[in-house]
């Protein structure tokens, strides 16, 4: 009976997750993120990291009222320098283990040097204290397969084998924000690169603890009867 009855409670508490976690699946296109950056290229602002439009080697997307042939976030002229993107969950504190990154804009403008740090800042901005990502590895996002990039600490280098679709998987945190920092000339040809967009997996952390709620509610009900 025991068996039972916790087989049907971890039923349900994956039935529940499924049904009202707010989870940012690779390529979904999501509100639940807002962008800035230190520098926005022309044309190239970090809002459109997050806009849900990709436009691939150069090629046209149109927005409502607005056909546009660019759209990520790039950094010329200062790509000779560092530059950070900062991407706030608008649910607040939210569990992250992973994240999509797109290049598809030209081949030759793929980031390939960076580094991932997150925040508990209530407000997050660029400014905020920021803690270093860990158990950082990468999965080429279009074959499935490992990378091998060099990782010290929280920065890692894809230089020998830039992708244009990078999985990222970290160490889970409970985070308000995740900040990319860039190095200098991290681009593939003249230093300078496209992020064309970006997703998380996560679960908004006041939603898990609800469902772990209601499932032990379950279980005791099941119990009592």
């Known amino acids: 009976m025991i068996k039972k009855t916790l087989f049907a409670i971890f039923l349900l508490f994956f039935v529940l997750s499924g049904i009202y976690a707010e989870s940012i699946a690779f390529n979904l296109h999501t509100t639940a993120l807002s962008a800035a950056a230190n520098w926005e290229q022309t044309s190239f602002s970090a809002a459109e990291t997050i806009n849900g439009e990709i436009a691939a080697d150069g090629s046209a997307v149109v927005r409502p009222g607005v056909p546009d042939a660019w759209d990520g976030w790039a950094v010329a002229p200062y790509h000779t320098s560092s530059n950070s993107i900062l991407w706030s969950f ?116 006041w939603e898990s603890g609800w469902l772990l709620c209601i499932s032990l509610g379950m279980l005791l009900f099941l119990k009592k009867k």
Do not use: C
């Open 90 to 205: 608008k649910a607040g504190m939210t569990s992250v283990s992973a994240m999509q990154l797109l290049n598809v804009y030209n081949p030759n403008e793929i980031i390939h040097t960076f580094s991932l740090w997150y925040t508990t800042d209530s407000n997050p901005n660029l400014n905020s204290n920021f803690i270093a990502m860990t158990g950082i590895s990468l999965v080429n996002g279009n074959t499935g397969t490992a990378m091998n990039p060099v990782i010290t600490g929280s920065k890692i280098d894809t230089s020998a084998s830039p992708e244009r679709n990078y999985h990222v998987f970290f160490s889970s945190v409970n985070a308000t924000a995740i900040r990319l920092n860039s190095y200098p000339n991290s681009g593939t040809w003249n230093g300078n690169f496209v992020l064309s967009e970006v997703s998380f997996q996560s679960v908004p952390e």
